[in-house]
């Protein structure tokens, strides 16, 4: 069966960080993570595309500035700039609720870092989740032992509940923690990101 898009599912894509790990091990001055080139395309692109399988691209954002080549998708910044993934998702629940109302129980929320090329490999897993309950509950998934925060879902009504107030530099981790949750085993190239020079070589991205 082939999969449609998903009016009750969205995505908030992480764009906004500093990528200082990146920048610090690189021998050659860099364009910020999001931005790095993988296959020909932004690793952001990829990330678009991936989430844009199933849903909606109105029903996407993108937290980070408004340079980032996201076409068609919406991108706002969180207020402070940079002031950590928590202030993301914040923002980023905050826009979807000015533009489409209140949630509703059967909607879900996919959480997604901007840097992981290979993303599409995991978020199988999670369309799987969301589909599969009537009322899914938090998902994370986890690699080699590894939680990776940045791809992970939260139904969107307790996700209005666990980020409410903007608290900055927040961890994220931590809050999804304080939720009962499921962990999903995604492959280690799903969460391969780019934090440092060596891991994007080890990715295969071009510089």
């Known amino acids: 069966m082939v999969a449609t898009e998903d009016s009750n599912l969205f995505a908030i894509i992480l764009a906004g960080g500093a990528s200082s790990r990146l920048h610090a091990t690189s021998p050659l001055p860099t364009v910020d993570k999001p931005l790095l080139k993988f296959q020909g395309k932004p690793v952001l692109t990829h990330v678009i595309e991936a989430a844009a399988a199933r849903v909606v691209p109105e ?23 940079r002031s950590g993934p928590y202030m993301g998702v914040y923002t980023g629940l905050q826009y979807f609720a000015q533009q489409f109302g209140p949630a509703t129980v059967a909607e879900g929320v996919l959480l997604l870092g901007a840097d992981m090329p290979r993303i599409a490999q995991g978020l199988t897993q999670l369309f799987d989740h969301h589909d ?18 940045l791809l992970s879902y939260v139904p969107r009504p307790l996700a209005e509940q666990v980020f409410a107030k903007p608290v900055i530099n927040a961890g994220l981790m931590k809050t999804l923690r304080t939720c ?12 391969a990101d780019l934090d440092t020079y060596q891991a994007a070589i080890d990715a295969g991205i071009t510089f």
């Open 59 to 81: 029903r996407i954002v993108v937290i980070g500035p408004q340079s980032l080549p996201t076409g068609d998708i919406a991108t706002v910044y969180e207020e402070p700039p």
């Open 132 to 149: 599969a309950a009537t009322h899914a509950g938090v998902a994370i998934t986890q690699a080699a032992g590894r939680l990776q925060p």
């Open 180 to 191: 009962e949750h499921r962990v999903l085993d995604v492959p280690d190239a799903a969460v």
